[in-house]
């Protein structure tokens, strides 16, 4: 990923944070040239340092997964397009804001029924309490979850590197920062809000 010095964040727990809060990620694997690209929602093991998944068993990446030449999955923050019009001085140009975390790392499978079910306990426990009303997989028959389970293949990514990027204007002015920050956070997009907030902690923290 091409990161300027000024973009480039590190630190190990951020991006944590980051990958726990936009847990959807595009999986991307190479395998003798070939690229496939798929979306998953991921968890994170902080203690582990893994990351972990499921897909449909008819989806065939999962059989490239441990034989992958290459693999790197994305997770996206929020981004926004900026206007040059909102700078202080008439000398930009239109640009884009974005926050996107990359994992390079090496899968493998998850066998035993007990971990597939822990799995998914896990991933709708955490999803229904950020955005679901309470369901918990006690809820899903028996059978169902059986039918569920031989439907899915899970599978664990052992995290060899990350990185991420913050674009957040931070090669302009303090006073363009403030300009972007106040027409993001004025915006009825709640995806453009987000951004204004990590925008304004960037700021502060830059400050300290």
């Not at 999955?73 to 981004?79: I, K, L, S, Y």
């Not at 031989?150 to 052992?158: D, Y």
């Not at 809000?193 to 902690?201: C, E, F, N, P, T």
Request: proline share 3%; charged share 25%; net charge neutral.
């Amino acid at each position: 990923m091409y990161t300027p010095d000024s973009f480039l964040v590190s630190e190990r727990e951020v991006l944590y944070d980051w990958i726990e809060r936009w847990s959807f990620g595009k999986l991307a694997t190479t395998q003798r040239g070939r690229i496939e690209i798929n979306s998953f929602p991921f968890y994170l093991d902080r203690e582990k340092h893994e990351l972990v998944g499921h897909m449909g068993r008819t989806n065939r990446q999962w059989q490239s997964l441990m034989r992958a030449d290459d693999l790197l999955v994305c997770f996206d923050g929020p981004h926004g397009y900026v206007s040059p019009r909102w700078y202080s001085q008439p000398d930009g140009v239109p640009t884009w804001n974005f926050l996107s975390v990359q994992v390079v790392g090496a899968a493998e499978l998850i066998k035993t029924e007990a971990e597939s079910v822990s799995v998914l306990r896990h991933m709708s426990e955490i999803n229904e309490e950020h955005y679901g009303e309470g369901w918990t997989l006690d809820e899903l028959a028996a059978d169902k979850l059986s039918m569920m389970l031989k439907a899915l293949v899970f599978f664990r990514i052992k995290i060899q590197s990350m990185e991420g990027k913050a674009k957040l204007s931070q090669n302009r002015s303090k006073m363009d920062r403030v300009g972007v920050i106040q027409k993001f956070a004025a915006s009825p997009d709640t995806q453009l809000q987000a951004l204004a907030r990590l925008m304004k902690d960037a700021l502060k923290q830059e400050q300290k």
